[in-house]
T-cell receptor
């Protein structure tokens, strides 16, 4: 596709429910990242995949959060027992390789999923 | 730990004028990348400009340029000939080169270009 695609664009759920957020990275990009952006804040790192494996999940806030990328392309961020504090925009990004800052491997972001927990 | 500070929550500029957005960062690393991203209401983060720390020359991209002061750990963005389409949130970001995967973002500056 032309860019990183995230679905749904908006998600409203009740406290305690389970949600899944999907990310389709740019075709051929091996690295995939999830960030969370709370209101009035900059994005905060959650997890990074290189291929199918989670190379760095140090940003996941607790064990209610989990992400997978089983075939090295699409990724799903899963949140169990949602809490009101989970409300935020969840951004996905991808890059050609594992060093996203270089000129030949810039980081491309999707439009995010706005999650609202009521 | 790396921190990125943007001390200007909001700024405005007249169309066609020049504006400078401030950013400071704290790190013990010597090699790293710095970025400015633009986030319009669509929420997509768009790369504006990139600077490698080992390069002394300030990066420029058309109307956008940076003033990179490594010793002072300062990385400001200058937008010349401001256009209405420049209205957006602007985030400064830092990335270490030895791990190469985590970006650290500031809290952003909301820029409004006034017609």
């Amino acid at each position: 596709g032309a860019g990183v695609s995230q679905t749904p664009s908006n998600k409203v759920t009740e406290k305690g429910k389970y949600v899944e957020l999907r990310c389709d990275p740019i075709s051929g990009h091996t690295a995939l990242y999830w960030y969370r952006q709370s209101l009035g804040q900059g994005p905060e790192f959650l997890i990074y995949f290189q291929g199918t494996g989670a190379a760095d999940d140090s940003g996941l806030p607790n064990d209610r959060f989990f992400a997978v990328r089983p075939e090295g392309s699409v990724s799903t961020l899963k949140i169990q027992r949602t809490e009101r504090g989970d409300s935020a925009v969840y951004l996905c990004a991808s890059s050609r390789n594992s060093i996203p800052g270089t000129s030949n491997s810039p980081l491309h972001f999707g439009n995010g999923t706005r999650l609202t927990v009521t | 730990a790396q921190t990125v500070t943007q001390s200007q929550p909001e700024m405005s500029v007249q169309e066609a004028e020049t504006v400078t957005l401030s950013c400071t960062y704290d790190t013990s690393e010597n090699n790293y990348y710095l970025f400015w991203y633009k986030q319009p209401p669509s929420r997509q983060m768009i790369l504006v400009i990139r600077q490698e720390a080992y390069k002394q020359q300030n990066a420029t991209e058309n109307r956008f340029s940076v003033n990179f002061q490594k010793a002072a750990k300062s990385f400001s963005l200058k937008i010349s000939d401001s256009q209405l389409g420049d209205t957006a949130m602007y985030f400064c970001a830092f990335m270490r080169t030895n791990t190469g995967n985590q970006f650290y973002f500031g809290t952003g500056t909301s820029l409004t270009v006034i017609p």
